[in-house]
């Protein structure tokens, strides 16, 4: 299922999981962020990976 958009939530813990999965959408500084001008659907599985994996649960992908 394609990809519409990701966003991360409110209560990031900057535990850096998300990163680590899939660097090529997520930059950890302070918070988690969603890096700009990704094509979210080239790395799908990672990023519902990396949602999952998150232990704030606060990675939304649509």
């Known amino acids: 299922m394609a990809i519409k958009s990701v966003r991360i939530e409110e209560g990031c813990i900057a535990c850096g999981s998300c990163e680590s999965i899939c660097p090529e959408v997520f930059k950890v500084e302070e918070v988690s962020t ?12 990672q990023i519902r990976e990396a949602a999952d994996a998150c232990p704030a649960g606060v990675i939304v992908v649509e």
């Open 34 to 45: 969603v890096l700009p001008g990704v094509d979210f659907n080239k790395y799908e599985s």
